[in-house]
C-alpha cells in the first residue's frame, strides 16, 4: 500500500513538473503570426517561402519546421476527410482495410493506419497491464470489505 501511494505521489510530481509551458512570450509570438498572416491575406500570391528568400523582417526571428508536412494526423483527401492514422486508432484491422480500399492501394495511407491500429492496441495493452497488476497487487493483500 505504501508502494502504491508513493508511486501515485511520483506519477504526479513528475506529471506537473514537466506540465510548465513557458507562457511569457507566447504573447508575442502570436503577435509575429499574426502579422505574417495579415501581411499574406493583403497581398495575394505571397507565400511564406517567398518571405523567406526575400529575408522579411516579418520572418526573421521565427523559426518555422520543416517537418510539418509529416504529421500522421493531417487530413488526406483520399479518405473520405478522415485522417488514415485516425481510421486505424478507432477501428483498428477494419480501418485499415477500410484505408487500403478506398485509397486506392495507397501504401502510405495503409501504413498510417497500420500505425494507427498499433498505437490503440499498445494503449490498450498497457492499460490492461495495469489493471491486472493492480488487480493482483490488491487482491494478493488479504484485506476483504
Do not use: R
Request: glycine share 8%; proline share 3%; charged share 15%.
Amino acid at each position: 500500500m505504501k508502494f502504491t501511494k508513493l508511486f501515485t505521489l511520483f506519477l504526479l510530481l513528475t506529471h506537473f513538473s514537466f506540465a510548465n509551458i513557458p507562457v511569457e512570450n507566447l504573447d508575442q509570438e502570436f503577435d509575429q503570426i499574426n502579422k505574417i498572416e495579415k501581411y499574406v491575406n493583403e497581398h495575394p500570391g505571397t507565400t511564406l517561402d517567398y518571405l523567406k528568400s526575400e529575408d522579411s523582417e516579418l520572418v526573421k526571428n521565427i523559426s518555422i519546421s520543416e517537418e510539418i508536412g509529416s504529421n500522421i494526423a493531417l487530413v488526406e483527401n483520399d479518405t473520405m476527410g478522415i485522417p488514415p492514422f485516425w481510421w486505424g486508432f478507432c477501428l483498428g484491422f477494419w480501418g485499415i482495410i477500410i484505408v487500403y480500399i478506398i485509397s486506392d492501394n495507397d501504401k502510405s495511407a495503409t501504413k498510417k493506419a497500420l500505425q494507427g491500429c498499433m498505437t490503440a492496441t499498445g494503449i490498450y495493452l498497457g492499460l490492461y497491464l495495469i489493471i491486472a497488476i493492480i488487480g493482483l497487487t490488491s487482491a494478493s493483500t488479504g484485506y476483504y470489505y
